[in-house]
């Protein structure tokens, strides 16, 4: 007689599923809130103002910070929703109660946010010089850096708004495929403007073939379509490539 078995319990849970998961959460927020849609549409426009303000690494960790701090608590707010709503159909006025002081906490998040935002860009608002904009291609690291969370951001809304599967696999567009060429674009003007000379082109060549390699990875396994993982890519390539051109 063959044995039974045993479903793993939550604690023997695998990493990957574990994120799968919590992937799942994050994408279901964006999908339904419009106030985490709304966070993540701001986080993006801050991200992008760093980048013609010139802050330096100790003013964006802070930036990254908050908007992960006002993130977190939208998905406890959410969170609680849900779990007052499966608690009671009925109005009760603990249930509202609770329902608002989550809330609060998102508006708290939020002010301190905003408050957060002015003090380490307010120094550098006001009309962007030349310099400005040179000092940002002098440090290919943050442009990097902050181009990659942008695509993320946009690949998760993306996500989101095309109703895909809640996974943390598949659905359109392949974040693979943005985050592969996105490093293809940025591999490539750093090793012109690095002065790698006659490697560039090598640089360059080598790290289009090992997006491509992630591309045809998505699509040979099943897990995106050739459509979802172009969009990807060219959203991954024209976000970095505007990033690098323009600034």
């Given at each position: 007689?063959?044995?039974?078995?045993?479903?793993p319990?939550?604690?023997?849970?695998g990493?990957v599923?574990?994120?799968e998961?919590a992937y799942?959460g994050?994408?279901?927020?964006v999908?339904?809130q419009?106030?985490?849609r709304?966070?993540v549409?701001?986080?993006?426009?801050?991200?992008?103002?760093s980048?013609?303000?010139?802050?330096?690494?100790?003013?964006?960790?802070v930036l990254?910070l908050?908007i992960?701090?006002?993130f977190v608590?939208?998905l406890?707010?959410?969170?609680?929703?849900?779990?007052v709503?499966?608690a009671?159909?009925?109005?009760?006025?603990?249930?509202k109660?609770a329902?608002?002081?989550?809330?609060?906490?998102?508006?708290?998040?939020?002010v301190?946010?905003?408050l957060?935002?002015?003090?380490?860009l307010?120094?550098?608002?006001?009309p962007?010089?030349l310099?400005?904009?040179?000092s940002?291609?002098?440090?290919?690291a943050?442009?990097?850096?902050?181009t990659?969370?942008v695509?993320v951001?946009i690949?998760?809304?993306?996500k989101?708004?095309t109703h895909?599967p809640?996974?943390?696999?598949?659905?359109?567009p392949?974040?693979?495929?943005?985050?592969?060429?996105?490093?293809?674009?940025a591999?490539?003007?750093?090793?012109?403007d690095?002065g790698?000379?006659s490697y560039?082109?090598?640089v360059?060549?080598i790290?289009l073939?090992m997006a491509?390699?992630?591309?045809?990875?998505?699509?040979e396994?099943g897990?995106?379509?050739?459509?979802q993982?172009?969009?990807?890519?060219v959203i991954?390539?024209?976000?970095?490539?505007?990033?690098?051109?323009?600034?």
């Open positions: 007689m063959a044995k039974k078995v045993e479903k319990s939550k604690g023997q849970q990493v599923r574990s994120f998961h799942r994050m994408l279901f927020a999908r339904t419009r106030n985490m709304l966070h549409v701001v986080a993006v426009a801050v991200l992008v103002a980048l013609f303000l010139g802050v330096d690494r100790l003013e964006l960790a990254v908050t992960l701090l006002v608590t939208e406890f707010n959410t969170a609680m929703e849900f779990v709503d499966l009671t159909k009925e109005y009760h006025p603990l249930a109660l329902k608002d002081v989550s809330a609060g906490a998102v508006l708290v998040s939020s301190g946010a905003v957060v935002g002015y003090l380490v307010a120094d550098d608002l006001g962007l010089s310099r400005t904009l040179q940002i291609r002098h440090q290919p943050h442009l990097t850096l902050v990659l969370g695509i951001l690949v998760l809304l993306g989101a708004l895909s809640n996974s943390f696999v598949g659905g359109m392949s974040g693979h495929a943005a985050v592969a060429f996105a490093g293809w674009v591999a490539s003007f750093i090793a012109v690095g790698a000379g560039a082109g090598l360059s060549v790290s073939l491509l390699l992630v591309c045809q990875s998505r699509v396994s897990l995106h379509s050739v459509f993982v172009i969009m990807g890519a991954g390539a024209l976000v970095t490539t505007a990033a690098f051109q323009l600034l």
